[in-house]
């Protein structure tokens, strides 16, 4: 099984337990206005690589993991591939490999099937999955795209006992009100397996990305937030 890879790190250490051999697939259908990722929304420059010779490549360095560290896969949107995922993290597995899975859950119910879910979860240790707005005419707003799935996405994961990591990005003007982030506590405290809520603030570093790829960044003169916006988000969210 190929898969569109756009990119890989050796040494990641804030996307999962431990230090992690990042894997960044190509390709995404939301459209965020603080992406920082732009450069992987269209498949046009990626390695098309076996999942076999993916593995083989991280397991160069299997000796520095420890015992929590190992694989994440991320993107762009890494569940627009399932197959190749599914066969990634199956001969991980094989290779006694932990494996984490970030993703928006965007693909869900459209290009991942229940099914298809149900059978990458088996092999997956941790999902970090990205919650970019709990109101669902703000998320289309954000994102071009509807929340809903990605609601049902995280109910699905927490109803077959996965471990899950939330994160939200914290934009000013945004998503950042008490009453944007009160409503996703209240959605986060009906799943019954998050072990971790991440607050990120929005951040500028990959605007020259935008500009590179000749895109208009819509979040022009938004700044990233205050350390008190920040830690009355970790607050109410019960973030780390």
């Known amino acids: 099984m190929k898969g569109f890879v756009h990119s890989t790190e050796s040494f990641g250490s804030a996307d999962g337990p431990g230090v992690r051999f990042l894997i ?14 732009p450069d992987t929304w269209a498949k046009q420059e990626y390695e098309e690589m ?20 190992g694989i994440t896969v991320s993107g762009g949107e890494p569940l627009l591939q399932p197959e190749f995922v599914l ?11 932990n494996t984490c899975l970030d993703t928006s859950g965007n693909p869900y119910l459209h290009e991942l099937s229940e099914e298809m879910t149900e059978k990458i979860m088996e092999y997956t240790d941790l999902v970090m ?40 990005v914290l934009v000013p003007g945004v998503n950042d009100s ?15 397996t998050v072990e971790r809520v991440d607050v990120l603030p929005y951040h500028t570093l990959g605007v020259f990305k935008w500009k590179e790829l000749g ?5 022009e003169g938004v700044e990233p937030p205050t350390k008190e916006s920040v830690d009355k988000a970790r607050e109410i969210l019960g973030a780390v």
């Open 50 to 69: 076996e999942a076999a010779d993916v593995l083989k490549k991280a397991l160069r360095y299997k000796e520095y993991w420890g015992e929590k560290g």
């Open 87 to 97: 066969e990634l993290f199956q001969l991980a597995k094989k290779e006694g490999v």
């Open 215 to 219: 895109i208009p960044y819509q979040l």
């Open 178 to 192: 008490e009453e944007y982030l009160r409503g996703l506590r209240e959605f986060i405290d009906t799943l019954k």
């Open 24 to 37: 960044f697939l190509n390709g995404c259908k939301l459209r965020c206005k603080f992406c920082h990722n």
């Open 129 to 168: 999955l990205d919650i970019k707005h709990i109101d669902e005419a703000q998320h289309i707003e954000l994102t071009g795209q509807t929340g809903k799935n990605i609601l049902e996405f995280a109910t699905k994961l927490s109803d077959m006992g996965q471990r899950l990591w939330i994160r939200h």
